[in-house]
Structures are given as structure tokens and as C-alpha cells.
């Protein structure tokens, strides 16, 4: 069963009638992000890795994933700029879901929320897409990045050191352009166009209601 797109939240109920919701990883939940990572997959992460789930420009793409308000899955990512181009790209660096909750459409509605942030940010440099690593023995996980719009660009020989097979499907998703009209101020904030007019000396200030 397949999660509904993000909506603002980032909460869903899915077919199953669970309530599900992303969180950011910050210093008061990382111990519940080693944890599940400990679980869920092969690997021990290093401390620069739960270092660069802190820093500030990864809060909105280092998400801990929760069904019924218990903890069952995370992603994260960082940004990566080339010095020379400054071209910047998010790299997904981890993602996983407690087994007894796979196959629940958990993984689609946060990597869906993912593509949604990146898609739809305004910040500066523009993200100009998304990659990551899968090892080559996991068509599953293969399968699943491809349904939700990446496309396999390569193989990595060595890439895992320490489990095999070492090689890993290097796959990769495209940022589409904002669309005509989305700008950044000076100060990479969002500004939006509006045909209003100043309000006349002495007459009220009336609420605004928030447009999509």
C-alpha cells in the first residue's frame, strides 16, 4: 500500500489507518536514529556521519520516520557543492524502515516528502538533483528508488569496504526548474508577487490567507 504525496506537515494517514510523520534529526533524538540504524542495516556509521546529520542546512533532508508516533525508519542526507562549478547536489546517505513495518508505503511518502523539499526550495545554490548507492544484491530497494523517479547511471566497483558484494547501482534523480515566477530575495528567502495595493491611512489591516 502506497503512502498519498506529502502534504504541508509531512503527515499522512495511510490506507492501513496509521498516522504517519517526519521529524527532523536534532541532538535530543540522535540516539534514536543510531539505534534504528543499528537495526535496520549492515553497516556501522562513523561520527562524522552523525556529524553531518546535525549540521543546519541538512535539518529539512535528515528525517526520522514515525507510525503511530513510534520511531520506524530514518533518512538522511547531506549537501555536497563543487568548489570549482558550485553545482550542489543532495546525497542520500542512508535510508531504512524497520522490517515489521515494510511494505507499508513508509518509505514512499518520506522519500516522497524528500523530492518535495528539494523540488520546491528556493534556497541558493538550487539543488540540481539527488543520488545515492545501492548495493547490487538489493533489487528490492533497486525497485522501489526507481518508482519514485530515479534512474540507475552506473555502477561503483568497491564501493562497500567492509560487506559484499562491495559494488553498488549508482542512481540518481533530476531536479526539475522552479516553475516561472518562484524567486529568492537577497537573503535566499522566499518572496511572493502580489497586485496588492498599500492599505489608505487609517483603514485596517485585514487577514491574509496563505495561497499554495
Same mark, same amino acid.
Given at each position: ?6 502534504k ?14 517526519l ?8 540516539g ?29 533532508y ?11 525508519? !530514518? ?23 524497520? !522490517?515489521?513495518?515494510r ?19 528556493? !534556497? ?38 567492509k ?18 515566477? !518562484?524567486a ?23 487577514k ?5
Open positions: 500500500m502506497e503512502a498519498e504525496a506529502p504541508a506537515g509531512h503527515e499522512s494517514v495511510l490506507k492501513t489507518k496509521s498516522r504517519v510523520s521529524s527532523s534529526v536534532d541532538k535530543n533524538n540522535i534514536t536514529l543510531r539505534k534504528l540504524l543499528s537495526v535496520i542495516l549492515p553497516v556501522v556509521y562513523t561520527e562524522r556521519f552523525y556529524a553531518d546529520v546535525l549540521l543546519a542546512d541538512a535539518e529539512a535528515c528525517k526520522l520516520i514515525y507510525c503511530n508516533d513510534i520511531p520506524v525508519g !530514518a533518512v538522511c542526507s547531506r549537501i555536497e557543492t563543487d568548489a570549482g562549478t558550485k553545482e550542489s547536489k543532495l546525497y542520500i546517505m542512508t535510508m531504512g524502515i524497520l !522490517a515489521p513495518y511494505s507499508l508505503g513508509l518509505g514512499s511518502f518520506a522519500i516522497k516528502s524528500l523530492l518535495e523539499t528539494a523540488s520546491t526550495s528556493t !534556497a541558493k545554490p538550487r539543488l540540481s538533483s539527488l543520488y545515492l548507492h545501492v548495493q547490487i544484491s538489493n533489487s528490492d530497494a533497486k525497485r522501489f528508488y526507481e518508482r519514485n523517479g530515479f534512474t540507475e547511471v552506473g555502477v561503483v566497483e568497491d564501493y562497500y569496504k560487506i559484499e558484494p562491495k559494488a553498488a547501482w549508482l542512481m540518481r534523480w533530476e531536479n526539475p526548474p522552479l516553475p516561472p515566477g !518562484a529568492t530575495d537577497s537573503a535566499d528567502k522566499p518572496t511572493a508577487k502580489t497586485d496588492e495595493k498599500p492599505a489608505a491611512k487609517g483603514q485596517g489591516k485585514g491574509k490567507g496563505k495561497g499554495r
